[in-house]
């Protein structure tokens, strides 16, 4: 069942965007007149086959499923008849190839719109951009960050969550410099504050950017007093009730939420000695936490919840959203930003600046999939985004084999006004298929990699 959690989720995303892509194709293909043959989502041998449309177009289901293809008719291929000559692929203008072949990206560009925009129309619960200094607060201290202080924009670029402020800060972590964070402090004072990214290496596989930045997530304090009760759990059945506070377990003072969960968590199947305060009287209570699994962990639950915060009290958590023309823009400008920074990224792997551990192939994005998935609907649809745009960049990638590839063969055919040598060409597929082969095999072997190292 676990397990499920994770192909689910991926095999879900994975199938959407191969057949978003593949429509890009596919469409484009059709209104430029050509005959298109098979749309395949996967390779290999097809396990389902079903004719469709005026050309008895072949739909195929195929037994590899990382990746698909749109098989168009092409002199190159096989015979094709006289009468559909002008249908052919070979013989279309290179503008038309070149809108064919660029279609399937820009559809994925496009789908990454399409899901920000609905994102940020709908509005997501979001967790404040409200930091706190973390165990290795240099260069935030040195900013003369203060713990509760609310960042409203960076270098004038507004900031409505946590995520956004990790984006925005890790953008201008590429470019080495210092930058100015407007915040909103706990007393409701506007002030500056001035970070120095210059030197902050952007590629560290042990700790996120912002942490090395020296910045976490504020939480307020919240106390151990019970909000609800879980019928049949063990806090019930040992007779806590709404509104007791938790003073201490098994000795050991308690004064936050947090430490109340970190005690029941690693008592699982061990009896607990628990100390309340009831209307200004202090009971004690002797209860063994239920057994649960948390992804292969084996935790304790006693079945209570959290209190509410009283009115006013700052919370963690804001709805973010934006009107269509806005949401629009940013959905726009999150796709353009999240694509240069793949392509910044890429870049600096090339020139060794950063580690090509942080390549990632099925498996890793198979784990993203499934812990979206349990975040809720959002955080999925936002991975789906992400991971659309990813496909986009890579194809875009000038490696034969490749839609990038393709367009800069078409390119070169616009300049010098003649097509490429079909040798010429042949000899780029083969070093493609070997490029492809090594990034294939160094993510694999970096998911392999995590998975052992945890």
């Known amino acids: 069942m676990n397990l499920l959690n994770y192909l689910v989720p991926f095999a879900l995303a994975l199938g959407l965007l191969i057949l978003v892509h593949e429509l890009g194709h596919y469409l484009v293909a059709r209104w430029c007149g050509v005959k298109v043959l098979r749309f395949s989502i996967g390779f290999g041998k097809p396990l389902l086959v079903r004719r469709a449309g005026r050309d008895g177009t072949e739909w195929a289901l195929a037994a590899f499923p990382l990746g698909g293809y749109v098989k168009m008719l092409d002199e190159r291929e096989g015979p ?5 000559l002008d249908r052919a692929f070979n013989r279309q203008s290179v503008y038309r190839r070149f809108a064919i072949v660029a279609a399937g990206p820009i559809a994925n560009f496009l789908l990454a719109i399409v899901l920000y925009w609905g994102l940020f129309v709908v509005g997501t619960d979001e967790l404040r951009p409200r930091v706190t200094l973390s165990g290795t607060p ?9 713990a509760g202080d609310l960042v409203t924009a960076v270098d004038d670029e507004p900031v409505r969550s946590w995520q956004e402020l990790r984006w925005v800060l890790l953008r201008h972590a590429l470019d080495s410099r210092e930058v100015l ?20 290496p952007i590629d560290d596989g042990s700790q996120d950017l912002i942490a090395r930045i020296g910045l976490e997530p504020w939480r307020p304090q919240i106390p151990p007093v019970v909000g609800r009760l879980v ?7 040992a007779g806590l009730r709404v509104g007791d506070k938790v003073v201490a377990i098994d000795g050991v003072p308690l004064t936050a ?6 005690r029941v968590r690693g008592a699982a199947g ?7 305060e009831r209307e200004g009287r202090r009971l004690e209570f002797r209860f063994i936490p239920d057994e649960s699994d948390d992804n292969g962990e084996r935790i304790g639950r006693i079945g209570v919840g959290v209190a509410e915060p009283a009115p006013g009290g700052l919370s963690m958590f804001a709805r973010v959203s934006y009107g269509p023309v806005d949401g629009m823009l940013k959905a726009v400008r999150q796709t353009w930003e999240t694509s240069v920074l793949s392509l910044q990224m890429i870049g600096r792997m090339l020139t060794g600046e950063v580690s090509w551990k942080n390549l990632s192939g099925p498996v890793t994005i198979a784990d993203y999939a499934g812990q979206t998935a349990q975040l809720g609907l959002g955080h999925y649809l936002k991975f789906v985004a992400l991971i659309s745009i990813s496909l986009g960049v890579l194809n875009l990638l000038p490696i034969p084999v490749l839609d990038g590839g393709h367009l800069l063969y078409y390119t070169i055919e616009i300049i010098k006004g003649g097509p490429i040598p079909e040798r010429v060409m042949e ?3 083969q070093i493609g298929l070997v490029l492809l082969a090594m990034l294939m095999a160094f993510a694999f072997y970096n998911d392999i990699n995590r998975l052992i190292s945890g």
């Not at 240099?138 to 203060?146: F, L, T, Y």
Request: hydrophobic content about 55%; overall charge negative.
């Open 270 to 276: 061990r009896q607990l000695h628990v100390e309340v």
């Open 80 to 84: 094709v008849a006289p009468v559909e």
């Open 427 to 429: 000899i780029g597929q």
């Open 181 to 200: 964070l407007q915040v909103r402090t706990l007393e409701d004072v506007e002030a500056y504050r001035r970070l120095d990214l210059a030197g902050i």
């Open 138 to 146: 240099a260069i935030a201290a040195a900013a003369g960050v203060r």
């Open 257 to 262: 939420w947090s430490e109340l969960v970190a």
């Open 231 to 237: 019928e049949g759990g063990a806090a019930e059945a």
